[in-house]
């Protein structure tokens, strides 16, 4: 082979190396110690609300947003530029994880577009936290599990946080969402010490724990609601405070 073909070749092994630690290092956003985030999902649909929820992040300067997925009604190129124009009123940090809703064409190369480093899973730490943004849109397959459980392993973190659509235990008994691997999952949150799940689908707000780590189930963005408004059925935001590694958080009503 030419020595300019080697170099060609060498180059292109070191972007691969570039592109693979890109992946798989956790994205640093701030080192503060002391803010609040809002965290809301299953927006798809409810515009009214979910247009509320994006001003008010903005007018009460959260520090970001999470959203636990179904951010559009279908996988296609119309909702997914009506999602854009909404978007348009955020004016903080967006960090989604996928929903089952945000697949339906198949695959995720329109959701991927939100995402911080266009992957469909990622990583960030913020202050005393670190984040594992999980793919289980579909379900909660192996190699997926793999990673969460091997992006746990990596951060020093002293508070973990899973952030995924599809609930592996509900308080309510209604609503699991996942399937596959679903006690494979709950043994990695307990073995990996994470201190908060959250997640959506289940369209209401549920929280419970279990093996020390709690469960926030936040579905009430905009999409039908499941429940009476006593039992958690109504429009919300939650609100997490963060002081140092203590964490408090309550859910916000939006009205239609």
């Not at 209401?204 to 724990?209: D, I, K």
Request: hydrophobic letters at 35%.
């Amino acid at each position: 082979m030419k020595p300019r073909y080697w170099g060609i070749l060498l180059l292109a092994f070191v972007h691969c190396l570039a592109t693979a630690e890109t992946l798989t290092q956790p994205l640093l956003v701030s080192t503060q110690a002391d803010f609040t985030f809002f965290l809301c999902g299953d927006n798809r649909g409810g515009d009214t609300i979910y247009t509320q929820i994006l001003v008010q992040a903005s007018a009460r300067h959260a520090a970001f947003l999470i959203n636990t997925g179904d951010l559009v009604p279908d996988d296609t190129g119309e909702d997914w530029n009506h999602f854009g124009q909404m978007m348009r009123l955020c004016k903080v940090p967006f960090f989604p994880v996928a929903g089952n809703h945000d697949c339906r064409g198949g695959d995720l190369n329109h959701f991927v577009f939100w995402t911080p480093k266009h992957a469909e899973h990622y990583s960030f730490d913020y202050g005393q936290l670190h984040f594992t943004m999980a793919n289980d849109s579909e379900d909660m397959h192996s190699d997926e599990l793999a990673w969460i459980a091997a992006d746990l392993k990596a951060t020093t973190k002293p508070v973990k946080v899973v952030v995924h659509h599809h609930p592996a235990w509900n308080p309510s008994g209604r609503v699991y969402g996942m399937s596959e691997n679903r006690e494979p999952f709950l043994a990695v949150l307990k073995r990996y010490g994470v201190r908060y799940d959250f997640c959506g689908h289940d369209h209401g707000y549920r929280t419970g724990s279990t093996n020390g780590t709690t469960l926030i189930i936040t579905g009430g963005a905009g999409a039908p609601l499941y429940y009476p408004t006593e039992e958690g059925g109504f429009n919300h935001y939650v609100a997490v405070t963060v002081q140092g590694t203590n964490v408090t958080f309550r859910p916000v009503p939006i009205l239609p």
